[in-house]
């Protein structure tokens, strides 16, 4: 089945054709600046690395995808033999609350229920849900599946997901703890057990989703058990720029002494906080790397403290499984950045966890593999979330009612 996965944010649109075949990208693409005379469309085709990048007027999602498809589906340019090669979109929504906890057909009732769920996650819902009006627009024909960050978590026990505050907001508001990455924690569950060949029952992992944006998943039978974003992208691991686990007070202590609103507060969080906000120089990992090498108390300190909460959750979430079979490295950093996953893991060796330096400097630049040197696996995987969302579109249009892939 030839899928079109398309991740659609706010000014721009990410897309890659695969054929679920061979599991392997036909193109891979952006559009961005949409919204403005100048967007950019840039394709990259893997059969021949044949390199396209075009500017001009893009207004809208609609727009943007009228693009693409006029782009993947060009006879001498594309991917597809004719624009019939198609088989269906697979879309990526960040958030479908208690709603939707499978990938699911899209319908007029499922974009209603993905629009409800704007409240809870309004910088990505409606831009997601502007990409797949704009595609079932241009593919009325052709069946479109949105693949949800959140659902991989839907198995999350309810001592995993509660918050300890009054109980009526959670039934009033639905104040509790929904995670996300879900589609790359999802791969990584499946990977992991392919790299040790076998089996996702009887597994536990954790997963660690390292970008600009990071979280860490307890997966235990290939099921999600607990994972460290919350309500919202915010909780947990130090990000890029958000301040990940805090003490709630300091939040209301902040807006007090500075005269702050809600809004501001907002913004100090997501924007201005985790490393960046520690380093005072960037958020970018390599960056900072590069800092510390010349000498920078601010970047060391950004990155003792990034890496000491990615031990701590390791840690805590080899309690909540009773032991661990592997920890997985994935995403930007995760992937690329040796002497963070060795720092991340300095003294674990109690919990089986031993680094082979010479495996792990090895493993940059895309390479998959392992890099243990005791009982536990220490594994970089190679993110993998648009993979998943193409072989949970073929899944859903296949009929399979045994459950999330790779579950």
Do not use: W
């Not at 508001?173 to 089996?199: C, K, M, N, P």
């Not at 500075?258 to 913004?267: C, H, P, V």
């Not at 499984?321 to 991340?344: C, K, Q």
Request: aromatic share 4%.
């Amino acid at each position: 089945m030839k899928v079109l996965v398309v991740n659609s944010g706010s000014s721009s649109v990410k897309y890659q054709v695969i054929d679920t075949r061979d599991e392997a990208p036909l193109v891979i693409g952006v559009v961005e600046r949409i919204g403005s005379g100048g967007a950019i469309l840039s394709q990259e085709r893997m059969s021949d690395g044949v390199r396209i990048k075009e500017s001009g007027s893009i207004l809208d999602h609609r727009d943007a995808i009228k693009a693409i498809l006029d782009l993947v589906r060009d006879a001498e340019r594309g991917a597809l033999g004719s624009p019939d090669d198609l088989d269906a979109v697979g879309h990526r929504v960040v958030h479908g609350g208690e709603s939707f906890t499978q990938s699911v057909v899209i319908d007029e009732v499922v974009e209603e229920g993905i629009r409800e769920c704007i409240d809870l996650a309004p910088l990505h819902n409606p831009h997601n849900l502007a990409g797949i009006r704009g595609a079932r627009q241009a593919l009325p024909e052709t069946n479109h599946v949105a693949v949800f960050d959140t659902a991989f978590h839907a198995s999350l026990p309810p001592q995993a997901f509660h918050y300890a505050l009054p109980y009526a907001l959670y039934r009033r508001h639905r104040i509790r703890r929904y995670g996300f990455h879900g589609t790359s924690h999802r791969h990584v569950a499946r990977r992991s057990a392919q790299l040790l060949s076998r089996e996702m029952d009887g597994l536990r992992v954790v997963s660690l989703h390292l970008g600009n944006g990071a979280s860490a998943c307890a997966i235990r039978d290939g099921h999600s058990v607990d994972t460290s974003m919350g309500f919202t992208p915010l909780e947990g691991l130090v990000m890029g720029s958000r301040s990940g686990d805090l003490d709630p007070a300091v939040v209301l202590h902040v807006m007090a002494r500075e005269e702050l609103s809600a809004a501001d507060a907002g913004a100090m969080l997501n924007k201005h906080s985790g490393l960046l906000g520690l380093s005072g120089v960037s958020g970018d990992m390599r960056d900072l790397l590069e800092e510390e090498g010349d000498g920078s108390e601010r970047a060391r300190l950004a990155l003792d403290v990034y890496t000491y909460r990615i031990r701590k959750y390791i840690g805590s979430y080899a309690a909540v499984l009773g032991g661990l079979d592997a920890v997985a490295f994935t995403g930007g950093i995760g992937e690329n950045a040796p002497s963070i996953r060795a720092r991340a893991l300095q003294d674990l060796g109690f919990l089986g966890m031993e680094v082979d330096d010479g495996a792990n400097d090895a493993l940059t630049g895309g390479e998959e593999g392992e890099f243990g040197a005791g009982p536990v696996s220490l594994q970089v995987i190679r993110s993998g979330e648009e993979l998943t969302i193409a072989r949970e579109t073929e899944r859903v249009l296949n009929g399979d009612a045994q459950g999330q892939e790779g579950v």
